[in-house]
Nanobody
Framework: QVQLVESGGGSVQAGGSLRLSCVVS????????AGWFRQAPGKEREGVAG????????YYTDSVKGRFTISQDSANNTLNLQMNSLKPEDTAMYYC???????????????????WGQGAQVTVSS
């Protein structure tokens, strides 16, 4: 049984930093596609960053490039999202996802992912 358990998040002022973590357990593949998504109230879930754990290839949506960093801790089966220089528009529920049902990893949309974390709220005040 695959489980993704998120931690981190919280409330910060603009310009601050937060770190999200996602522990992946029960997944039989060593190399897989994983990503972080976010959803603000009334908006569609959007991709923030992704990684293919086999080669460490990463990608980011334009609005977070240079501010967010996705990484993996293979020893602890953990995905991390370091978020710096946060802006009010980054406020959303953040979800980690892993394992594709189909398609390629690069900028895979949320509908492609099979497993999801429970979500972590990130609130940035101005």
């Amino acid at each position: 049984q695959v489980q993704l358990v998120e931690s981190g998040g919280g409330s910060v002022q603009a310009g601050g930093s937060l770190r999200l973590s996602c522990v992946v357990s029960g997944y039989s593949h060593n190399n897989y596609c994983a990503g972080w998504f976010r959803q603000a109230p009334g908006k569609e879930r959007e991709g923030v960053a992704g990684i293919y754990t086999g080669g460490g290839i990463t990608y980011y949506t334009d609005s977070v490039k240079g501010r967010f960093t996705i990484s993996q801790d293979s020893a602890n089966n953990t995905l991390n999202l370091q978020m710096n220089s946060l802006k009010p528009e980054d406020t959303a529920m953040y979800y980690c996802a892993a394992g594709l049902k189909w398609g390629s990893c690069y900028f895979a949309p949320y509908t492609y992912f099979r497993y999801w974390g429970q979500g972590a709220q990130v609130t940035v005040s101005s």
